[in-house]
């Protein structure tokens, strides 16, 4: 394909060419004709001469004109190449870098199609590890419904020996009570066993220095000191029965319920 801007060129040279041939056939013509014997006057010569020569000139102006508007075409032509040059340079930058991002887009797309066909494989493996996991639950929920009633029954059981521990505390403090009733008892006994030990013993002193019997026999003084160990072993027994029954809270001969201490250790005191 040939430069643009040589074609103008010789386009150009063309058009200059043909005017300058035009204007020397135009000279040569009209000096022929000038020069003819049987032609014109030389008045009417010189006046057609002069209107030609007038033609010629602005026949050169108008080639004038004509030349500055085709350089300035053939100018605006080479600024417009140019630009295009650079548009067409631009153009095929862009093409390289969009093949170049589409390589890449391709290089992308294979590693995106093995990356999904491992998350497909990593979304069966979880599937089956959440049927197992599923499964798993179903076996610890059926434990934990176990483990719940275990503890329900334990604590009912605990709640119930909570009960019974309360229950024992309340026969503890009143076998306490009871006791401390029972030493009081003791206490007032061994004080009436004492004031009647010392009675039983002032008493024949008395006797003997007021009347001065005769010696009695080993038989009669026994008699009134026999009433004594008697009195020492009702208060003894009887505080050794309320302390045993105090102490401890006895079942009945059935095995079933439990006695209450108080009861117990009004019953033993009773019969002692």
Do not use: Y
């Not at 040059?85 to 170049?100: D, K, P, W, Y």
């Amino acid at each position: 394909m040939a430069d643009p801007a040589k074609s103008s060129q010789t386009a150009k040279n063309v058009v200059i060419a043909l005017l300058s041939l035009w204007s020397i056939i135009s000279l040569i013509v009209i000096v022929v004709w000038s020069t003819s014997p049987d032609l014109k006057s030389s008045a009417q010569c010189r006046t057609e001469l002069q209107d030609a020569t007038e033609k010629l000139e602005g026949v050169k102006v108008v080639c004038r004109k004509d030349k500055v508007a085709l350089e300035e075409q053939v100018e605006a032509e080479r600024e417009k190449q140019d630009k295009q040059r650079a548009e067409i340079l631009m153009l095929l930058g862009n093409l390289n870098a969009t093949n170049h991002t589409l390589e890449e887009c391709r290089q992308e797309n294979l590693v995106l199609q093995a990356n999904v066909s491992v998350l497909q494989e990593n979304i069966e493996a979880l599937r089956q590890t959440e049927a197992n996991l599923t499964a798993q639950i179903g076996l610890q929920e059926d434990q934990i419904d176990a483990l719940e009633q275990n503890v329900t029954q334990a604590a009912h059981e605990t709640e119930a020996c909570a009960s019974l521990r309360v229950a024992a505390e309340s026969q503890m403090l009143a076998a306490q009570s009871q006791n401390r009733a029972c030493e009081s008892r003791k206490q007032f006994l061994d004080k009436k066993l004492l004031k009647c030990t010392q009675e039983d013993s002032e008493a024949p002193q008395q006797t003997q220095q007021k009347q001065n019997p005769p010696t009695p026999t080993p038989s009669s003084d026994a008699a009134p000191l026999s009433g004594i160990p008697a009195l020492m072993l009702l208060g003894l027994g009887e505080a050794a029965t309320c302390r045993s029954t105090a102490s401890t809270v006895v079942q009945d001969e059935g095995g079933g319920a439990w006695t209450d201490p108080m009861t117990a250790v009004q019953t033993s005191c009773l019969r002692t």
